[in-house]
């Protein structure tokens, strides 16, 4: 681990266990790290890179105000490239009217340490090869979802049949060592019959017999998901404001 003053006061430090001290040892903040992971502290808040498995990413925590003067001094060192992910506390960009952004979506980060029970019936969950009928599914149900078969980043995916039709579909993207659960998807006619439940759970369990710590990300408008998601014991949350960083015009 580095440490060394920026200008404008800012603490850098390099290194996965120098950001973990500096931002935090939870999944959010573990599930993106690298090795090479910078983190950098101003006056009242902290923000750190990191990746995912399709952008070069900028995490930040804090308040609003604060969050965006430390972005502003980043940027003004050359330290954020356009194309970058930008994941803020909610209001963050309303301070930020000098950066050319895009908003991408206002959502919650949120995790458990305990895997959920298994529900009361048998659980009809199966692991599921790469087909077709994934697509039409998520098309259907979740045609907003960017996890989609083909991307490299997913390890499998799960889905639940009735008589044969694919009617909900859930992939594992774990990585950075927490398993994480993305494109849960219910058919619009089969819905209201537990089968969310259902999946969530059974996903949970497995990647929480992997990892020790099942997280996965939900809109913040999705009032219905996030009740079922808090049943299951997702209830450790941050919350986020995504951002990318344009080129100038």
Known sequence: MLIEDGTGGIERVTGRAGVLAMAGDDPYVRMVLTDHSTGYRGTGAVAWSGR???TPLLCARGAPAEAARLLMELHHEGLIPPGTLLRLPPGTGEFLHSLRLRHVEDWQFR??????RPPGE????????????ITELLDSGNPGSSVRPGAPHIRRWYGIRDGGE???CGADVSYGGVGYLAGLTVA????????????????SRAAHAEFGVVALGVNAANHGAIRLYERLGFTDTVEVSAHEL???S
């Open 188 to 203: 619009p006619s089969h819905r209201g019959r537990g089968l969310g439940t259902a999946l969530t759970s059974a996903m």
């Open 52 to 54: 995912t498995p399709r």
């Open 246 to 248: 344009l080129a100038p």
């Open 166 to 168: 694919l009617v909900a």
């Open 122 to 133: 048998p659980d009809p969950v199966e692991v599921l090869p790469a087909a077709r009928e």
């Open 111 to 116: 995790w458990t340490d305990g895997p959920p």
